[in-house]
T-cell receptor
Framework: GQSLEQPSEVTAVEGAIVQINCTYQ??????LSWYQQHDGGAPTFLSY????GLEETGRFSSFLSRSDSYGYLLLQELQMKDSASYFC????????????FGAGTILRVKS | GAVVSQHPSWVICKSGTSVKIECRSL??????MFWYRQFPKQSLMLMAT?????????EQGVEKDKFLINHASLTLSTLTVTSAHPEDSSFYIC??????????????FGPGTRLTVT
């Protein structure tokens, strides 16, 4: 099976950098994804790591270390609009189509 | 990016009635669509995988006779909540992956449907 753990809540100030961690236990997966969801809205894709290392997309970066069963999402130059829930998710090799989501991290950005 | 729509965006129904939710991929074809359920402040729980032209695959614990899924075309999947009860009240979200994706890592989500059963 698969399980992914994230902190339930993180608070940071505007302009700061915040890291949201995701540790996982899974039998095998294609890659680690990150999604953002604002209250009442649809999840939107942020980033994907198939290989170990850092992927950068503008203010957002994501990191994966398969040997440590660990990944993180890094948000730089935080803005108020970044206040949202962030989910890590894996695509298990056993079920190539599916996404299995972590519990999500609520990010609160303060001014 | 690819766009997925859902209809209706919200619905209130009486206990015992059935509700149909539509999920459409607007600018791409989706052989596979997914239906999720999300309770407030919780994660997305996959209910079923909807495959065009074949039966849906339900996750463990999801009643297939209660949550009827039909994937009639490459752009449309429907979820019908039959004989709805208050405990079925939730946020239902569909997603789809692009036909060209192979083992596509990106899923495109619809805006969700908030169902309230009174």
């Amino acid at each position: 099976g698969q399980s992914l753990e994230q902190p339930s809540e993180v608070t940071a100030v505007e302009g700061a950098i915040v890291q949201i961690n995701c540790t996982y236990q899974t039998s095998g997966f294609y890659g680690l994804s990150w999604y953002q969801q604002h209250d009442g809205g649809a999840p939107t894709f942020l980033s994907y790591n198939a290989l170990d290392g850092l992927e950068e997309t503008g203010r957002f970066s994501s990191f994966l270390s398969r040997s440590d069963s660990y990944g993180y999402l890094l948000l730089q130059e935080l803005q108020m609009k970044d206040s949202a829930s962030y989910f890590c998710a894996v695509t298990p090799m056993e079920y190539g189509n599916k996404l299995v989501f972590g519990a999500g991290t609520i990010l609160r950005v303060k001014s | 990016g690819a766009v997925v729509s859902q209809h209706p965006s919200w619905v209130i129904c009486k206990s015992g009635t059935s509700v149909k939710i539509e999920c459409r991929s607007l600018d791409f074809q989706a052989t596979t669509m997914f239906w999720y359920r999300q309770f407030p402040k919780q994660s997305l729980m996959l209910m079923a995988t909807s495959n065009e032209g074949s039966k849906a695959t339900y996750e463990q614990g999801v009643e297939k006779d209660k949550f009827l899924i039909n994937h009639a075309s490459l752009t449309l999947s429907t979820l019908t909540v039959t004989s709805a009860h208050p405990e079925d009240s939730s946020f239902y979200i569909c997603s789809a992956r692009d036909l060209k994706g192979g083992v596509s890592y990106e899923q495109y989500f619809g805006p969700g449907t908030r169902l309230t059963v009174t």
